[in-house]
C-alpha cells in the first residue's frame, strides 16, 4: 500500500513538473528519488532535490563527463569526438557543464535528441535558462537537477566540488576528458576509480593527466 501511494505521489510530481518552468521538490521520501544517492551516500544522501525537465531520465544509464578547467588541445579533441559519439549513441550524459570543455560538449549534445541531465553547482531558484536549453526542456530530453537549496544562488569551488560530488554518484560510470594533477577532479577520479570508463587510445589503467 505504501509503495503504491509513493508511485502515486510520482506521478503526480512528474505532471506538476511537465506544467511549467518552475522547478519542483523531490524529497527522498519520493518514489522517484535516485537509488543511487542513497546506495552511495548512505544517511548523508541529500534530502530534497530541485528537479526541472523529464524525471523519467532519472532512471536511465548515465555516464558523467567531467574535466579540468585547464585543458590541453588533444583532450579537447578527443572530449568532443566523444560527446559526438554519445550524441550519435543516443547515450545519457550528466554533468555540471561547467568548464569550458563541458560546456562546449553541451552544445555538441544538444544537437542530437538523446536525453541530457545538467546539474548546475547551486540552486534552480531564479536560475536563467539559456534559449538552446527551452527546446529540449519542452521535449523531454533534458533534465536540471541540483542538490542545492534556494539560498545557494551563485557558484562556488565548494559548491561545485560538491556538485561533482552529486554527478559521480548518480551516474552508472563517469569518464574523465582531462585532469590536472593535484586538482579537484583527481581527488574526485580516486574516489570512482572503478567506475572510470577509459579515454579510447588510451591504456586501461591510465587517467587522461
Not at 27 to 37: E, G, K, M, Q
Not at 76 to 83: E, H, K
Not at 85 to 114: M, N, T, Y
Amino acid at each position: 500500500m505504501e509503495s503504491a501511494i509513493r508511485q502515486a505521489e510520482c506521478c503526480l510530481l512528474r505532471r506538476k513538473n511537465n506544467m511549467g518552468m518552475t522547478p519542483v521538490i523531490l524529497n527522498a521520501s519520493d518514489a522517484c528519488y535516485p537509488a543511487h544517492l542513497c546506495k552511495r551516500f548512505g544517511t548523508d544522501a541529500p534530502p530534497q532535490l530541485s528537479v526541472l525537465g523529464n524525471l523519467d531520465l532519472l532512471v536511465l544509464p548515465k555516464t558523467a563527463l567531467f574535466c579540468s578547467a585547464r585543458c590541453p588541445g588533444d583532450a579537447i579533441l578527443r572530449a568532443y569526438d566523444q560527446a559526438a559519439r554519445w550524441r550519435d549513441a543516443g547515450r545519457c550524459v550528466i554533468s555540471g557543464f561547467h568548464s569550458p570543455v563541458e560546456k562546449e560538449c553541451l552544445r555538441i549534445l544538444l544537437r542530437g535528441s538523446q536525453p541530457v541531465i545538467l546539474c548546475p553547482a547551486r540552486s534552480l531558484e531564479d536560475l536563467r535558462l539559456p534559449v538552446h536549453w527551452k527546446e529540449p526542456l519542452a521535449q523531454g530530453r533534458l533534465l536540471l537537477l541540483s542538490c542545492f537549496n534556494a539560498p545557494q544562488r551563485r557558484v562556488t569551488v565548494g559548491l561545485a566540488a560538491r556538485r561533482n560530488d552529486f554527478v559521480a554518484a548518480l551516474a552508472d560510470e563517469v569518464w574523465f576528458a582531462y585532469i590536472t594533477p593535484g586538482g579537484q577532479m583527481e581527488r574526485l577520479a580516486n574516489t570512482v576509480a572503478d567506475r572510470i570508463v577509459p579515454c579510447p587510445g588510451a591504456p586501461v589503467s591510465a587517467l587522461p593527466r
